[in-house]
């Protein structure tokens, strides 16, 4: 037995979580949308729609493309964008230590043999 849990940001509605962040951290990494998006099994298109989706939700923008030519495209975050993605990254981080300390507070060995 073990705690599983979700985080993300909401606003009426989902928001921002883990995919959406996942992305923009392999964006960052790979300096491209497309890139990002292969190395997780989704769709450029798809991918796409979601960063457009989002930016038109938190109301600014989260990549710069970059059109292609002799160098090629890609994307970049823009500074919302990163400070968004490593402030949620930093938290989810901090909230797992937080969230496993209880785990092992609340349901330790004596839990577990309370319920044999």
Do not use: H
Request: net charge positive; charged share 35%.
């Amino acid at each position: 037995m073990r705690l599983n849990y979700k985080l993300w940001l909401e606003e009426d509605e989902r928001l921002f979580g883990d995919g959406p962040c996942q992305i923009l951290e392999l964006v960052d990494q790979l300096g491209s949308l497309r890139q990002a998006a292969a190395e997780i099994n989704m769709s450029y298109s798809q991918a796409w729609k979601l960063i457009k989706k989002l930016e038109k939700r938190l109301g600014f923008k989260l990549l710069n493309k970059k059109v292609g030519g002799s160098s090629g495209g890609g994307s970049e975050l823009t500074e919302k964008g990163r400070i968004l993605t490593e402030n949620f990254s930093e938290f989810r981080k901090e909230a797992a230590g937080c969230l496993s300390g209880l785990e092992k507070k609340y349901f330790n060995q004596e839990f577990k043999d309370k319920l044999k």
